[in-house]
């Protein structure tokens, strides 16, 4: 866990309102990656991005779901329009490189929409 | 498709005692393996992981995993459990394709230590 900064770390919306999830990948790291872990259940790959490009999003929902990692700054996940089912939590991953090398995650963010 | 079980949703086990917890895997080609804790309200701890060579895996805190192709096993392993070790711990896949690397997740195993 040591070095992913995500917040914030709970965050209460209304359904229709945006949700905003920040994620600050450790010094050094230029990739990022993002999983959803609802109740009882392991995470869920959405996506994987590395500095201003999109490498992965087979786990994204179509709609209302986007992200980015800009080329300075934390990458963000962004929820459109919430809905009660999105609650959840929201966790980032960095790594160095691409491919295997080790993943380390952050604390996540705790999503609730009421 | 790939997908990873974890048949042990609980399990609870004395302080002192011995500990594995069983993880099995679908994936067509060589797997890279890892297993992770989780304490409530926290991220995720990297504990060991296997990609290639001696198939009995080292990790933090005592744990130990064993890779066998044969059972598409990776079950996790520790002689002696402590108080501390209280937590879910979830099994992984790495797969590497053209899109790149994701890691697909079993659905946890949540470890009770009992007096």
């Known amino acids: 866990n040591a070095g992913v900064m995500q917040n914030p770390r709970h965050l209460v919306r209304r359904r229709g309102q945006e949700a905003r999830l920040r994620c600050s990948p450790m010094k050094g790291h230029s990739h990022v990656y993002w999983y959803r872990q609802l109740p009882e259940e392991g995470l869920k790959f959405m996506v994987y991005l590395q500095k201003e490009n999109i490498i992965d999003e087979s786990g994204m929902p179509k709609e209302r779901f986007s992200a980015e990692f800009p080329k300075e700054g934390p990458s963000i996940l962004r929820i459109q329009q919430v809905v009660r089912g999105d609650s959840a939590a929201y966790f980032c991953?960095?790594?160095?490189?691409?491919?295997?090398?080790?993943?380390?995650f952050g604390p996540g963010t705790r999503l609730t929409v009421l | 498709a790939q997908s990873v079980t974890q048949p042990d949703i609980h399990i609870t086990v004395s302080e002192g005692a011995s500990l594995e917890l069983r993880c099995n895997y679908s994936y067509g080609a060589t797997p890279y393996l890892f297993w992770y804790v989780q304490s409530p309200g926290q991220g995720l701890q990297l504990l060991l992981k296997?990609?290639?060579?001696?198939?009995l895996v080292q990790g933090i805190k005592g744990f130990e995993a064993e890779f066998k192709r044969s059972q598409s096993s990776f079950n996790l392993r520790k002689p002696s459990v402590h108080w501390s070790d209280a937590a879910e711990y979830f099994c992984?896949?790495?797969?590497?394709?053209?899109?790149?690397?994701?890691?697909?997740f079993g659905a946890g195993t949540r470890l009770f230590v009992k007096a």
């Open positions: 991953a960095s790594s160095r490189s691409r491919g295997t090398d080790t993943q380390y």
């Open positions: 992984a896949v790495g797969i590497a394709d053209t899109g790149g690397f994701k890691t697909i």
């Open positions: 296997y990609f290639s060579g001696d198939t």
